[in-house]
């Protein structure tokens, strides 16, 4: 077999075990003018926007400054996570000098170690800390089915529950935090008129005519932008979702006996059927009103990606507290896969498909609740705490 040579070096490539590449240096000279030191990513070569996709390469800043894209030559973890495309994960790509999958144990900030020639950093061959992360691209979302997904972006549902690919545990235990920026509605409430009949004697006490109808988007309601900011791998996925009230309903209890006794309630049944934006009358002979309010539900969500950085998700999580909830009900006319945040952060991506997907749980009982989305453990810290990695004596 022809000697292969790995890019930007003088070192033989080779395949020791199957799927098992070493590199070799070609003689001692070699070995002199190579040095290994610690970088810190600092970006992922971009090659797509919707879906957001990365190659395994990337920039690290070091005494060096800021490096050109470079390769990373660390082997992924068999099977985590091999791609619908029929790419493995542990594929490798000759030409580029990577592994397919291996973006998907790094983020930018991490701290790697780097191969450099004569003072260039050629390869990223692993963690600094020595603490080996087996790939991120998965969440899980406990609340109902269960749901975990294998492959974010194209939404492929893993059947493993709890276990990888290997038996081991997947140590989905970092839950996202949420965040909400809240208002209320200004848009005029509309109404539908429901049953109107009489009674006697009601639970009031008295005989009474009772109307009863449903108040839509009631003016004192609370509209409501909430984000989940998950840490996948090298991607902060910003879920966004909008809530809104869908209203209340009224039971209303006027004293005496019959229709005819209030002619102006079955006259507003009639008008209300043309203009749902008329109020019901206000009759001075009320007995009593009770309002039902219903709960909040999701409207639509809008799922946007970026290069995960401190920096960006502090900007993500500001950029929540200048959104205008009520302007966002007032203009926008919701769709599933519709961008209706075109003004946050421009790093972050719109994303069509995953917008779509997660809108299509408008009205699920899990979007009730904020706290529900988890994900892999990243930092030392964070795999330690989670037992994924032994603690030191």
């Keep these: 077999m022809a000697e292969e040579i790995y890019p930007g070096t003088e070192m033989e490539i080779y395949e020791k075990y199957p799927l098992s590449w070493r590199l070799d240096h070609p003689g001692f000279a070699d070995v002199r003018k190579t040095f290994y030191a610690k970088g810190v990513i600092s970006d992922f070569e971009v090659v797509g926007d919707d879906p957001f996709a990365v190659n395994s390469r990337v920039k690290v800043t070091g005494d060096w400054g800021e490096s050109d894209y470079i390769p990373l030559f660390f082997h992924p973890k068999d099977q985590y996570w091999d791609g619908w495309d029929g790419v493995k994960a542990t594929d490798y790509n000759h030409e580029g000098g990577y592994f397919e999958k291996s973006w998907m144990s790094f983020r930018c900030e991490d701290e790697v170690n780097v191969l450099l020639l004569e003072g260039t950093p050629r390869a990223v061959l692993g963690f600094f800390d020595g603490v080996p992360r087996p790939g991120e691209n998965i969440i899980k979302n406990p609340d109902a089915n269960p749901i975990y997904y294998d492959n974010i972006f194209n939404l492929e549902e893993y059947a493993g529950l709890d276990a990888g690919p290997d038996g081991v545990d997947l140590g989905l235990t970092q839950q996202a935090e949420s965040y909400s920026k809240s208002e209320y509605a200004s848009a005029v409430p509309t109404y539908h008129c429901g049953t109107a009949w009489t009674v006697g004697p009601p639970p009031i006490g008295i005989d009474a005519y009772i109307l009863t109808y449903d108040k839509f988007y009631n003016v004192n309601a609370e509209l409501k932008v909430v984000l989940w900011p998950l840490k996948v791998g090298p991607f902060l996925i910003a879920l966004f979702g909008f809530f809104e009230p869908s209203g209340s309903s009224f039971h209303e209890y006027w004293a005496g006996s019959g229709a005819s006794y209030h002619p102006e309630v079955l006259a507003w049944q009639i008008a209300n059927r043309s203009d749902p934006t008329i109020a019901p009358p206000a009759l001075a002979s009320l007995a009593n009103s009770i309002e039902t309010p219903w709960e909040p539900y999701l409207v639509s969500m809008c799922a946007k990606t970026g ?64 706290d529900d989305w988890f994900y892999r453990p990243h930092t030392k810290e964070e795999l330690q705490a989670t037992g994924l990695w032994p603690k030191e004596a």
């Design 307 to 370: 290069l995960y950085s401190e920096g960006l998700l502090s900007e993500t999580i500001t950029y929540l507290s200048t959104i205008s909830p009520r302007d966002i009900y007032d203009n926008v006319n919701f769709s599933f896969g519709e961008d209706w945040l075109p003004d946050a952060p421009a790093v972050l991506k719109f994303q069509y498909n995953l917008s779509r997907f997660f809108g299509g749980y408008i009205n699920d009982q899990r979007f009730k609740h904020t």
